[in-house]
């Protein structure tokens, strides 16, 4: 796990557990105690069942890329991503049915493939945030 750049995710009372977890190099996501759907963005009740019964889990480390685009260009605030060009995001969908958005990484952003399998390498940002990366398996 390294550093990466300087913008910080907004933390609150509902994702912190997420961001925290990446920064100490877990991937945790919520799971609903009442109907058990795996939950992802963090959110302050089960989206399937209503429920406030809320857990946090660790995710698996590998999933499958379901979608993603190359960055090319960088428009307005965002020259500290200028450096990073060309960079590519994506959906990951974990072993458990949750998609995550997150960073790409690959030797050649224009390798990847939809459907090829990721592997989380996170990055700290400080002690508390963390954010997902996946590195693509080729």
């Known amino acids: 796990?390294?550093?990466?750049?300087?913008?910080?995710p907004e933390v609150d009372g509902v994702n912190k557990n997420f961001f925290e977890?990446?920064?100490?190099?877990?991937?945790?996501?919520?799971?609903?105690s009442t109907c058990g759907s795996h939950l992802f963005y963090p959110k302050p009740w089960c989206?399937?069942?209503?429920?406030?019964?809320?857990?946090?889990?660790e995710a698996p480390k590998e999933g499958k890329l379901y979608?993603?685009?190359?960055?090319?260009?960088?428009?307005?605030n965002s020259k500290e991503f200028e450096k990073e060009l060309p960079y590519a995001v994506g959906s990951v969908e974990l072993d458990v049915g949750v998609r995550v958005y997150a960073r790409l990484l690959a030797s050649n952003p224009s390798s990847i493939?939809?459907?090829?399998?990721?592997?989380?390498?996170?990055r700290r940002l400080t002690d508390k945030v963390g954010l997902p990366y996946f590195r693509v398996v080729e």
């Open 1 to 8: 796990m390294e550093s990466a750049g300087a913008t910080l």
């Open 21 to 32: 977890g990446l920064a100490a190099g877990r991937l945790l996501i919520q799971r609903c």
């Open 47 to 57: 989206v399937v069942c209503g429920s406030l019964e809320l857990e946090w889990v």
């Open 67 to 76: 979608t993603y685009t190359i960055i090319n260009r960088v428009i307005g």
């Open 113 to 122: 493939k939809i459907g090829c399998r990721v592997v989380l390498e996170p």
